[in-house]
């Protein structure tokens, strides 16, 4: 079964820095792209990246680009995202997404940027 | 970046019949955009339904399938059952960059 488990997130004020984990197990990780996405409080659901198998590919889309780093140990099931310079725009739920055969969805974490 | 397009809402009855759909402002949709289909319920993470086109899961009821339709993706809900009703979303993806639509709500009533 794909698990996915994330975590991180949280409070913190424009400018500042955060970091999400997610773990994933019951499929061939390495063998995947991996996906950030987000929901804004109400809304719909917004692509934030992706990542190709081995780390070499990552694509942002373009609010993030710039602040955001995504990457993956393929050896430890893992992948992170850095997200740094935050807006409050970025206030959302993010969740880690597995594609293809192997697809799974996080539990999602809370991230809130308030001044 | 380009806008990709599905229904606000659809409305089916218990049993019936209802096609979900999704556009790109760029053209057709092609098999080169690996539509994916998610269902959420409130409160709930998402869910994959269906990837490249038609692919389903074990987990996908036999209800839902993928195709291509008139220059579009389409998820096809035949039979629709109360636990349905939620919101759907499809996914294209633009040479490695990834764009929603911005949700149906299928309602069964």
């Known amino acids: 079964e794909v698990q996915l488990v994330d975590s991180g997130g949280g409070l913190v004020q424009p400018g500042g820095s955060l970091r999400l984990s997610c773990v994933a197990s019951g499929f061939t990780f390495s063998s995947y792209w991996m996906t950030w996405v987000r929901q804004a409080p109400g809304k719909g659901l917004e692509w934030v990246a992706n990542?190709?198998?081995?780390?070499?590919?990552?694509y942002y889309v373009d609010s993030v680009r710039g602040r955001f780093t995504f990457s993956r140990d393929n050896a430890k099931n893992s992948m992170s995202l850095q997200m740094n310079s935050l807006r409050s725009e970025d206030t959302a739920v993010y969740y880690c997404?597995?594609?293809?055969?192997?697809?799974?969805w996080g539990q999602g974490r809370l991230v809130t940027v308030f001044s | 970046q380009a806008v990709v397009t599905q229904e606000p809402s659809l409305t089916v009855s218990p049993g019936g019949t209802v096609t979900l759909t999704c556009g790109s402002s760029?053209?057709?949709?092609?098999?080169?955009?690996?539509p994916y289909w998610f269902q959420q319920k409130p409160g709930q993470a998402p869910r994959t339904l269906i990837f490249d086109i038609s692919d389903r899961f074990s987990w996908t009821p036999a209800r839902f399938s993928g195709s291509l339709l008139g220059g579009k993706a389409a998820l096809t809900l035949s039979g629709a059952q109360p636990e349905d009703d939620a919101e759907y979303y499809c996914l294209l993806s633009y040479s490695g960059v990834g764009v929603f639509g911005g949700g149906t709500k299928v309602t069964v009533l």
């Open positions: 760029t053209g057709a949709v092609t098999s080169g955009h690996y």
């Open positions: 997404m597995s594609t293809g055969l192997g697809s799974g």
């Open positions: 990542i190709n198998q081995d780390g070499s590919e990552t």
